[in-house]
T-cell receptor, first 114, second 115 residues
């Protein structure tokens, strides 16, 4: 069974600084996808970024980028120039090719301090 | 233009009652899901439907019965509600196929409170 671990329950950072959220996962599969989802206080689950395991290049979306280390089974999220609107729970998630479900980590509560 | 919508957004009911949550997506996706988020914010898959066919049922009590009348709709009916059913229930959808990206898009969630 796949597992996803987020070891940082809470983090806080000053506005405009850079923060990195950690995620590790365990799988015996070779083809899979990894995601970061954001859940602000509004409760909505918002897809932040996606990484295909077969791609060596790290995904980036504006201020969000990942550091994907396949051998180490590590998938961290870096948020640059953090903004107040980045305050949210962040969930790392995993899915296999051919498997329809997302397996989530326990989340990291990120607070951006003005 | 709401992509994935759920009704109601809040539901307060008493133990023993039966209730339903409805979900609709207008993204043209063929796969829909129900997830449960508990009080500690942990998210776990409950069910998945592809083209109206049940493909995932993750050891959910029989009191929970999903129904998919068509690809765009997935409803969740819960019988004999218990205190432990209090949670936020999320509907999600994605496109399944050789080239799809496995991205799942979530509805706004339904906060169910059982008293």
């Amino acid at each position: 069974a796949q597992t996803v671990t987020q070891s940082q329950p809470e983090m806080s950072v000053q506005e405009a600084e850079t923060v990195t959220l950690s995620c590790t996962y365990d799988t015996s599969e070779s083809n899979y996808y990894l995601f970061w989802y954001k859940q602000p206080p509004s409760r909505q689950m918002i897809l932040v970024i996606r990484q295909e395991a077969y791609k060596q290049q790290n995904a980036t979306e504006n201020r969000f980028s990942v550091n994907f280390q396949k051998a180490a089974k590590s998938f961290s999220l870096k948020i640059s120039d953090s903004q107040l609107g980045d305050t949210a729970m962040y969930f790392c998630a995993f899915t296999n090719f051919g498997n329809e479900k997302l397996t989530f980590g326990t989340g990291t509560r990120l607070t951006i301090i003005p | 233009d709401t992509a994935v919508s759920q009704t109601p957004k809040y539901l307060v009911t008493q133990m023993g009652n039966d209730k339903s949550i409805k979900c609709e997506q207008n993204l043209g996706h063929d796969t829909m899901y129900w997830y449960k988020q508990d009080s500690k914010k942990f998210l776990k898959i409950m069910f998945s439907y592809n083209n109206k066919e049940l493909i995932i049922n993750e050891t959910v009590p029989n009191r929970f019965s999903p129904k998919s009348p068509d690809k765009a709709h997935l409803n969740l009916h819960i019988n004999s509600l218990e205190l432990g059913d209090s949670a936020v229930y999320f509907c999600a959808s994605s496109r399944r196929g050789q080239t799809h990206s496995y991205e799942q898009y979530f509805g706004p969630g339904t906060r169910l409170t059982v008293t």
